[in-house]
């Protein structure tokens, strides 16, 4: 690839244009709000209020009906309905787990699909969301990887999903009753479909109006975006987002991890953790989280933990010891539940968190590593057949 080329992909995004039709609310700024109402009719002077007051109706009350802003004039209503919409993603399939956990098939523009996942916890409640629709990375032992690229979500697909999984949840506040600070989606994790840093920009508008104090709220301390390592893409994430970074790790040589995450052929493990270093200190974060999946015989030693605790020396850091959710054709192994918790005892004697990740929502196929949309499941499995049949 050119050193000069773009890293991120927009090119792969539905092409930023007014559509021919009522133009979607979900997903734009306040700024490019402002612009629209104002292209629509809406005097510059009232703009700015406009804009406030349907940004509370759409992200702090999740109404979609223009008609129930009723602090907006009829008339005013009216236009908003014949200039506007405010659209989400469908729900194609809703599964739930035996423990709680919960997975949507959600289709976009274009007919096609991502996958979403909500954990609940008992100190919080996680929504796991995509960015793309498939993958370019082919991390081996992931199965979203196993499905080409589509293309980059926009911001409205993005925070959609956010919206989509509130909906399910009834979360969103009943206007005049008691206020509710209980959140049962409390923390957003950008770790499902897709590489987030190769869509920066739709992902950085996305996780701001998420981040918004006067609509969804949620603070950066509780947005977590997991990278493979797109290393020159990590200082604007904390220059642009803010929030906490969690790196896709699995491997403490070189010749491992260009098996396990090819990306690090192009930015190795030194200068990944080069990029590292400031990342806390300019975007305030607490640590950076160091994904590492288990994968039996292949990254589990003694050894491979004590390279890990001289890789990330100087680093505030924790790392979570993914057990691997196997899925159907995978070459790999999980490791033994003994050979888990001495890696994890090695990594907390030299002084860092190393939590075990329960595997959640396995029999949904809804655990890390395990998403697919299930129409690529199923063009595949044909694509398959008619080969094997010579047609």
């Excluded at 499905?147 to 697909?157: F, G």
């Excluded at 990330?312 to 993914?322: E, F, Q, S, W």
């Excluded at 595997?359 to 199923?378: F, H, N, Y």
Aim: hydrophobic share 40%; glycine share 6%; with cysteine.
């Amino acid at each position: 690839m050119d050193a000069k080329a773009p890293i991120t992909q927009d090119v792969l995004t539905i092409p930023r244009k007014l559509p021919e039709g009522p133009q979607n609310l979900i997903g734009l700024s306040r700024d490019q709000m402002r612009d629209a109402l104002i292209a629509a009719g809406t005097p510059e002077k009232q703009a700015k209020m406009r804009v406030g007051q349907i940004w509370q109706w759409i992200y702090h009350w999740g109404v979609r009906d223009f008609a129930q802003m009723t602090n907006l004039a009829k008339d005013y209503r009216a236009m908003l309905a014949d200039r506007f919409v405010i659209e989400l993603p469908e729900v194609v399939t809703r599964q739930v787990s035996d423990d709680g956990t919960r997975k949507y098939l959600v289709r976009i523009a274009g007919g096609h699909e991502v996958e979403v996942v909500y954990i609940p916890e008992t100190d919080r409640g996680t929504l796991c969301i995509s960015s793309q629709v498939g993958c370019t990375l082919t991390c081996s032992f992931c199965h979203t990887g196993t499905q080409k690229l589509v293309r980059n979500l926009t911001a409205a697909e993005i925070v959609g999903q956010v919206m989509v999984a509130r909906d399910d949840l009834g979360e969103w506040p009943v206007p005049g009753a008691p206020k509710d600070e209980t959140r049962l989606l409390s923390n957003i994790v950008l770790m499902g479909m897709g590489e987030p840093l190769y869509n920066f920009e739709n992902v950085r508008d996305a996780m701001k109006i998420a981040m918004d104090p006067e609509g969804l709220s949620l603070s950066r301390r509780r947005i977590t975006l997991s990278t493979s390592g797109v290393v020159p893409e990590i200082a604007r994430t904390a220059q642009e987002i803010g929030c906490q970074l969690a790196i896709s790790f699995h491997a403490t040589t070189d010749d491992v991890r260009d098996k396990l995450v090819p990306i690090n052929k192009r930015w190795p493990i030194a200068d990944l953790l080069d990029a590292l270093r400031d990342y806390p200190k300019v975007s305030n974060s607490e640590r950076i989280t160091f994904e590492y999946v288990m994968l039996d015989g292949v990254n589990d030693s003694d050894a491979d933990a004590h390279r890990l605790i001289k890789l990330i020396d100087g680093i505030p850091a924790k790392i979570n010891l993914i057990p691997f959710n196997e899925w159907p054709g995978a070459p790999y192994k999980r490791s033994s539940n003994n050979r888990i918790r001495k890696f994890a005892d090695i990594i907390y004697k030299a002084g860092y968190a190393s939590p075990i990740r329960t595997p959640r929502g396995e029999d949904i196929m809804a655990a890390c590593g395990q998403l697919k949309s299930a129409t690529e499941r199923a063009r595949k499995s044909k694509a398959q057949i008619a080969q094997e049949a010579g047609l």
